[in-house]
């Protein structure tokens, strides 16, 4: 089982320059991608915040895995949380595979 809702827009619209809020919200992810983002992306211990920026705009929905059900959040530069009865895990995914799922990648290429 997996859902996804449209992508949002959080804090201010002005966040991520002027062009921002069209880009947030005409970024798109199916099931299937979503699965994909997850499938190519590197799990860490904590947020990997200093090798992915943040933009103002994510993608949320519920998923199963390992019989569990989590919350997800995947943020348009690539990194990603799942929430659900226990710890949180964090996800960022610098995979070429992530490039066509995310508005973002790393500049680096790898974290």
């Keep these: 089982m997996l859902s996804t809702t449209p992508a949002q827009l959080m804090d201010h619209p002005e966040s991520g320059g002027k062009g921002f809020p069209d880009a947030c919200k005409a970024w798109q992810l199916s099931r299937e991608q979503v699965a994909q983002f997850f499938a190519a992306a590197t799990e860490y211990p904590e947020l990997p915040h200093r090798s992915f920026d943040h933009l ?56």
């Design 56 to 111: 103002p705009c994510e993608i949320t929905g519920t998923l199963i895995a390992h019989g569990e059900r989590w919350h997800y959040r995947i943020n348009a530069a690539g990194t990603a949380s799942w929430t659900g009865d226990g710890p949180t895990r964090y996800f960022g995914c610098s995979a070429p595979a992530c490039a066509p799922l995310a508005l973002l990648m790393p500049d680096n290429g790898e974290p």
